[in-house]
């Protein structure tokens, strides 16, 4: 799909780059946003590199978008022929992590089999200084939060036809979502050895019960062989004018239960408000709660943690969630 890649140039260079800073809440809600880099502070020969992918002439305006915590571009750009884009583009220089996970985004999102609703790799490169993304720019909204009962209902019919055409998945030699998610979801009996003076008091109560319920979570998630994309939240989803669902920003995907998806977008109705019965039908109860229990273990976790280097914002982030999703499992453990 026009993807190239370039040789490791081993060289340093300083960067004096403007950070641009979104907004942290929304209506007393924690949103995952982090701070940017945009398209002016990318080296002139990326620029002109990326120009080449997209065709058209020269970038004439660039857009930056909020959303994510990766300290990269997330640019919809125009050229002066009027080509439109999506560019995507990090440093090592500025996180290691998100450099990785833009490389594993490339690799994913190009291997996607033609007619996946995602969006359209038009190339990208990693040159050992930077790794770059070039997207077919979607036209499309995110799912509105708090979640309305529609856009529920809609996401759960899209996931599951997202699911069957991603059985069996179609990528080889990625990990597991047990590979991913088992340690982190673990959490619960690192807490219970040393709680945390700020510990939600009926989490510190009932620790046992979450942790085993993590346990039947963890247990679950070595079934299937589905390619699931486990980081589904709205701001990972855009909704196209004529209703189509598009599922963005592929990094973590993995092999996994074909259900996983809907149960992790899930947390994310939970979190922001709304009834994810829709999106739970027909997934064994105990597997829906052991797989919350777990997700909850790893936000409360990790958002104590120092923050990791720049992306001052994920720990507050974490720490919302983890939060919000307590009265939904103390409902469940408790009810």
């Not at 945009?38 to 590199?49: A, N």
């Not at 291997?111 to 050992?128: E, N, Q």
């Not at 200084?129 to 720019?137: I, N, S, T």
């Not at 979640?147 to 529920?152: K, L, Q, R, S, T």
Request: hydrophobic share 45%; glycine share 10%.
């Amino acid at each position: 799909m026009g993807v190239t890649t370039r040789p490791v140039i081993h060289r340093r260079r300083e960067f004096g780059w403007a950070r641009r800073p979104v907004p942290a809440t929304i209506a007393g809600m924690v949103v995952a946003s982090g701070v940017r880099i945009g398209w002016d502070d990318l080296p002139g020969r990326v620029r002109h590199d990326i120009e080449r992918i997209i065709g058209g002439g020269p970038v004439v305006s660039a857009e930056s978008q909020a959303g994510g915590f990766s300290p990269g571009t997330a640019d919809r750009v125009r050229t002066a022929s009027g080509v439109r884009a999506f560019v995507k583009a990090v440093s090592p220089a500025l996180n290691e992590e998100s450099a990785a996970m833009a490389r594993r985004e490339l690799r994913i999102s190009s291997g996607l089999p033609a007619g996946v609703p995602v969006a359209r790799v038009l190339g990208g490169f990693d040159d050992g200084e930077w790794v770059v993304l070039v997207l077919e720019d979607v036209a499309g909204t995110h799912p509105r939060t708090p979640w309305v009962d529609g856009e529920i209902r809609a996401a759960a019919a899209a996931l599951r036809d997202l699911a069957a055409m991603l059985t069996p998945a179609p990528i080889p030699d990625l990990p597991s979502a047990s590979d991913r998610l088992a340690p982190a979801f673990g959490r619960w009996q690192e807490l219970a050895a040393a709680p945390p003076d700020d510990l939600d008091p009926w989490a510190a109560r009932r620790m046992d019960a979450l942790s085993a319920a993590a346990g039947r979570g963890i247990t679950a998630l070595t079934e299937g062989r589905t390619l699931v994309h486990l980081d589904l939240r709205a701001d990972n989803i855009l909704i196209r004018p004529d209703g189509r669902f598009v599922f963005i920003d592929w990094p973590w995907g993995c092999v996994g239960p074909a259900w996983l998806d809907s149960v992790l977008l899930a947390i994310n109705v939970i979190v922001h408000g709304g009834d994810p019965a829709p999106l739970l039908g027909g997934v064994d109860r105990a597997i829906t709660v052991g797989v919350i229990s777990g997700a909850t273990a790893m936000f409360q976790y990790s958002s104590r943690l120092p923050p990791p280097p720049g992306l001052p914002t994920v720990r507050a982030f974490q720490r919302f969630q983890g939060e919000a999703l307590l009265p939904w499992l103390r409902a469940a453990l408790d009810g």
